[in-house]
């Protein structure tokens, strides 16, 4: 019976030791095939399901380490597509009205590429890598100097980014690499 008892004991700690370890195996696997956003969702749940069962710590620190070299990786993306491009910086803004706004932006911060889409027409904010990747193949398709037209620059952004020309406010901000900025501003 002793000896039953302790098989079978022997049997759980060993169950559970490589149910832990396979965890891990399988988060840090995920983590490095999803997106920024699942990475954070996974990121998140692996911190509860710790909380949840009184393990160490040590779980969710290394799906934290996993999510900043995914965002280093993306980082580096970002970094290596924005240097193919004519702008360092690029913000638009259009108001439709009636709480309807179209905003996007890219800037490059210390180093560190930030891009945001908050789309009220079709209700969509996207951040990060997910931005970018919408947001850049767009702006390759510009070709906006300091010698553009304030027409010229704004039909290439509307036809660019799908967007109509009922606006009631459009502004847009371009940061060239060396340092100087392009406006144009206009109200209907």
């Known amino acids: 019976m002793r000896k039953s008892a302790s ?8 169950a559970l030791l490589l149910g832990a370890c396979g965890n891990n195996d399988t988060n840090t696997e995920n983590d490095k095939t999803t997106s920024t956003e699942d990475a954070t969702t996974e990121s998140g749940a692996v911190s509860d399901e710790s909380t949840n069962k009184d393990t160490s710590s040590g779980t969710s620190d290394s799906s934290t380490t996993n999510d900043s070299t995914a965002s280093d990786s993306d980082q580096d993306y970002m970094k290596e597509k924005m240097d193919k491009l004519t702008y ?27 891009s945001t889409v908050e789309d009220e027409l079709s209700n969509s904010n996207l951040h990060g890598r997910e931005a970018f990747d919408e947001i850049y193949p767009k702006l390759e398709k510009l070709d906006i100097t300091e010698t553009t037209s304030k027409e010229q620059a704004i039909q290439q952004a509307l036809e660019a980014f799908g967007l109509k020309d009922d606006y009631v406010k459009f502004d847009i901000e371009i940061t060239m690499p060396d340092g100087q900025k392009i406006q144009f501003e206009d109200k209907k």
Do not use: R
């Not at 098989?7 to 060993?14: R, V």
């Open 7 to 14: 098989i079978a004991g022997s049997i759980l700690a060993t």
């Open 88 to 114: 360092d910086e690029f913000e638009l803004e259009v108001d439709y009205g009636k709480n309807k706004e179209y905003e996007i932006e890219i800037e490059q911060d210390n180093g560190k590429v930030e």
